[in-house]
């Protein structure tokens, strides 16, 4: 007989199920009896701790988010020289997308699937505010310590920085971006930011 789990640890599990299930099978292909077949419980208790299958995709997104922002406060506290933090960033970001856990793709589906909704769009914006202001932090810390130019606009740079996020989340839906380009951007941000074309030691 299979032990029952407290309900946080639960809740837990389904959430983490449903990131896995929806990575794999999209908004629309998932379903909550997949869902909760792949957990090890029942369509009822899954409805018990999320009230629909768009509490449980939004519920996944914030649980991608929480991930993310361990994973780059965790390359920032690896790394001594503030030169490197957003590149570091940028790099734990990439692997997270690779292992199917990236908050990009959730991102872009939602919006494609039913941004038209207020209350989708309406937790779009206040998550993506709260990544926003996270990065901006990071940027100005870098700033602060003299690793980029006084010059550039900690807010502006920070919106810069998650649009490349999307970009390779809208570029995976079309087979990724041309070879090579990638790069590019990387050289590119560093020379901006740093006014220096050499890469941070990572």
């Given at each position: ?20 299930v ?6 629309r292909g998932?379903t ?5 077949r792949?957990a090890g419980v ?5 409805y018990?701790?999320?009230?629909s ?6 519920a996944?997104i ?5 991930r993310?922002?361990?994973a780059?406060?965790a390359?920032?506290?690896a790394?001594d020289?503030?030169r490197?933090?957003i ?8 692997r ?9 793709a ?21 998550h993506?505010?709260?990544v ?13 310590a ?5 010059e ?7 919106w810069?920085?998650?649009a490349?996020?999307l ?10 971006l ?10 590119s ?10 890469e941070?030691?990572i």
């Amino acid at each position: 007989m299979r032990e029952r789990l407290p309900a946080s640890e639960r809740r837990a599990a389904v959430l983490d199920t449903a990131c896995r299930v929806f990575a794999r099978c999209s908004y629309r292909g998932a379903t909550t009896a997949e869902i909760a077949r792949e957990a090890g419980v029942t369509e009822p208790i899954l409805y018990r701790h999320f009230d629909s299958k768009q509490d449980l995709y939004l519920a996944c997104i914030d649980s991608a988010w929480a991930r993310v922002r361990e994973a780059w406060q965790a390359a920032i506290e690896a790394e001594d020289d503030p030169r490197a933090w957003i590149f570091a960033m940028g790099r734990a970001f990439f692997r997270l997308k690779e292992e199917k856990t990236g908050v990009a793709a959730l991102w872009i589906e939602a919006l494609t699937e039913w941004g038209d909704e207020p209350e989708v769009r309406r937790f779009l914006r206040r998550h993506l505010r709260e990544v926003h202001e996270f990065v901006t932090g990071v940027v100005s810390r870098c700033q602060a310590a003299g690793a980029m130019l006084p010059e550039r606009d900690p807010r502006a740079e920070a919106w810069i920085f998650i649009a490349i996020g999307l970009l390779t989340g809208a570029a995976a839906r079309l087979g990724g971006l041309p070879h090579g380009d990638l790069e590019r951007i990387r050289v590119s941000r560093i020379t901006w930011l740093t006014g220096d074309a050499s890469e941070p030691a990572i």
